[in-house]
């Protein structure tokens, strides 16, 4: 029986979808997005644990006790590559493991239990309980629960809020992460919290030790952060937060809301940044130095920036050369790196074909086809299928996107390069434009697909 | 790594901290891609599918393919009938597969969905078939979903076309890997058996790659030759806990006597297998395969001094840590901890009499455990090796063990999935990675004076 290898044309888009799918320059309307996805369509989406246990899983020295059945924290146990220069509390996987018996009388009795025992005996400074699809479903009240044992206990146990089946939308599950978030650091009747000079970067989860960099750049700038959301994080660094003067939002889709709350209730105004790319981190940290308007830290920041743009040229131009003229994809979860990476993979002369994200909003989108050239593919919320017929309609070389896409990428013969938040190399700053270019290089340009293109015994 | 383990021995007696199982619809899940042209479906939330797509991706390093019922707060409050009979209508119309293979989810069976009854209603083109499996997450492991699916493939599909049987063989291989299943059909064609195997997951979650992407790969067992099951002679159920079922079922329905043995992971469990389909088929054991057995049995006395006597760890799956425990005790190894994350009262019991049988006492065994119990026992009492999933990594590195892969899932080494650890082969396989493992260690920690060339 002869399955074969490429879906025929008017298959490969379902007719629901094909407002979701732009060619830049020449749809005239808007695109269809933000919505849940359709059923059956095989989507990369997650669902609203998803996008809770992503933001809050870096807290280090908390406990995260999911309340659900196995599963959904078997599925993740450390599988960020948050890294943590204290704590390695976050990286146990806590579930109360729900069974049939607390399916149908109530986990309630569980919750509490689980929470009492690990009080006991591992002393965290905060428990995150996530609620999932059956808890939410069956009605067990974890607020409650949360709230009577921060009474009993005298340490923070808070709840959130992520049932997986209220939207397919990560981003809802960002909002539950970032209410839990907002519990822990208001302070309490009569705390206060001193105000200070130093910044909290919003949005930037220490992959890598991304934030480490961000922090040794600042520091040689003559500027502290406080605390980042949530990388590298400890609950008494975040309960510091409202003291800052300043919030840095670098992933906007998971941090904007809580900017914009921290602005309302602790008075700190906030700043889009992005350290990803060469020119965009030279741009953040301008931006940074001008709100702090000192001579001294805006000496030192332009020293920074020419020391760093002079040290990166060569490796740049070395792996501009090479990649020149090649043809890029971009899927990822957000537009905030959507948009980081188009500029990145211009700058290495790369024509960017497709740019499509999970939880793009309309403005954002907006954006992305301004970015782009004419004729290429603008898509939300896609599935293999499309990603298939994209990738050998459009000749792609490289692909940047997530665990998802490598694996189908590479069956069709396209390189590819690890955005998301498995990644292992530092890609931001000045190094990590660098090794961002690397990536790119070796994978476009491996002598394997050498073995690929010119087929054994001329078949 | 981990010290956040606090000294002394601490018992958590709710709750799990981490998890040495996972939940039922991901073994429901690989089960369905065992099946040519199957397009597995997840009933459920969006999340659900995902995250065994992609657990099942990263072990395999090959693209796992599902859909999903993509339920949202609607379709949990009125049921999720819509969705699943919309899932039904789109993946047939665009994605085409041959077969779906339905899995519930613990919010779908919350909810109550009744299953058989919305297939029924469904609109399913002429020649396609829906089958289903009612896996709640909150119950068992994945290797009880695993089951449930194989149940559900005899339940749907198998049939007797009468009392007369063809002279060919059924073989459930259970919760195991490409390379094993490729392993098994080598040993039976040497045997020279026909064979109907199921679910079988070789050339579809271990392609090449060709730089054509084929969304149905070439593998898997088809429709056809499950309903052809029913007319086997016999069936050789491979491990209690992901096979037996299945095999009963071929058994009440269709009259296919069920024979239930162990994976066959180690010498014995191996010459048990091939034994029961010499004695069943009368045929002839080849050379070659008595030659496969000779050299594993000449490796063991080769290195024997490698490892005898040392004290071992294992977790993993119920079916593969029975199976190696008795490998482990033929090598002259002495397992002193013993556990899975799935429920059962068969495994407690099986390993014990294992261990009383060759005189071992004191050790720990354990079903429904999980790893952070486990890293505490042997923090009490060191052990000289660990072998299970890549989750005993933080373990190895923490109590600084060696550390040997096994199982499902491997999720930070490749070609693992591709080469078998079943047959005398893969005795082959484990001997050179546990006698390698301590070597290592031998290598890494002895005195410049003790530092051999020859080991």
Redesign the interface.
Known sequence: ?N?S???PEE??C?SERQDSILTAGKSKKSIHCAD???????????????GARVVLNPVTDAVH?VH??????????DIRGSLSSG???Y??????????R??VFGGEK?LA??ID?IVE??HPPAIFVYA???T???GDDIVAVCREATRHHNTEVIPVESS?????NKVVGYRAAALALLRLITPKEGERVEKTQKLNFLGEYNLSGEMWLARRYLAEMGIEINVAFTGDSTVAALKQAPGACLNLVQCTGSMHWVALQMEKQFDIPFMDVNFFGAENTAESLRKIARFYDDPVITGRTERLIERETARIRPAIERYRQKLTGKRAAIYVGGAYKAIALIRQLRGLGMEIVLTGTQTGKTEEYATISSLLDEGAIVVDDTN??EI?RFLLEKKVDVMAGG??ER??A????VGFVDHNHDRKECLAGFDGAVNFAREVYISTCSPVWKY??TPVGGA | ????I?EGP?L????????A???Q??GAMYAALGI??CLP?SH?????C??????L??HF?????????????G??VFGGAA??K??????F????P?IMAVHT???SE??GDDLPNIIKQAEIPEGKTVIHVNT????G?HITGFSGMCKAMVSYLARSDGATKKSQMNVLPGFVNPGDMREIRRIVDLLGVTMIMFPDTSNVLD?P????????PDGGA?VAEIRDSGNSEVTLALGSYASHDAAEVLQEKCGVTGIPLKLPIGIKATDDFIMAVKDWFGIEIPASLTLERGQVVDTLIDTHFHYQGKRVAVFGDPDHVIALTEFLLTMGMVPVYILT?TPGRTFEAEITKMLEDAGITGSRVKAEGDL?ELQQWIREAPVDLLIGTS?GK?IARAEDVPFVRFGFPILDRAVHPLMPVVGYRGCLRLIEQISNALLERRDRDCLDEDFELVL
């Open positions: 029986m399955t290898s490429v879906i298959a490969a379902i849940d996805s359709l059923a059956g369509s095989v989507s990369q989406r997650a669902c609203v644990f998803c006790l659900g059945p196995i599963g959904c924290a078997a599925y993740t146990w704590s390695e509390m990286r146990n996987s806590f579930s109360t493991d729900m069974k049939e607390d399916v569980k239990a689980c025992e005996k591992y999932t699809c059956v939410g479903m069956i997986g089946f209220i939207s397919g293999p299928a298939e665990v998802k694996v189908l590479y069956k069709l013969g690929l293109r | 790594m981990l010290d956040c606090p601490v958590h007696t709710t709750g799990k901290i981490n998890p199982k996972t939940c619809p991901l040519h042209g479906h459920g939330s969006q999340g659900c995902a995250y065994h797509r992609m657990h991706t990263r390093r090959d693209p796992v393919l599902a859909s999903s019922s993509s339920f949202t707060e379709a949990s969705n699943l919309t899932s039904i209508k789109n993946v119309a665009i994605y085409n041959e989810t613990c919010l919350t909810i709640p997450s909150y119950h492991s392609t790659l060709t730089s054509k992407y084929q969304m149905y088809t994350g952070f989750y933080y």
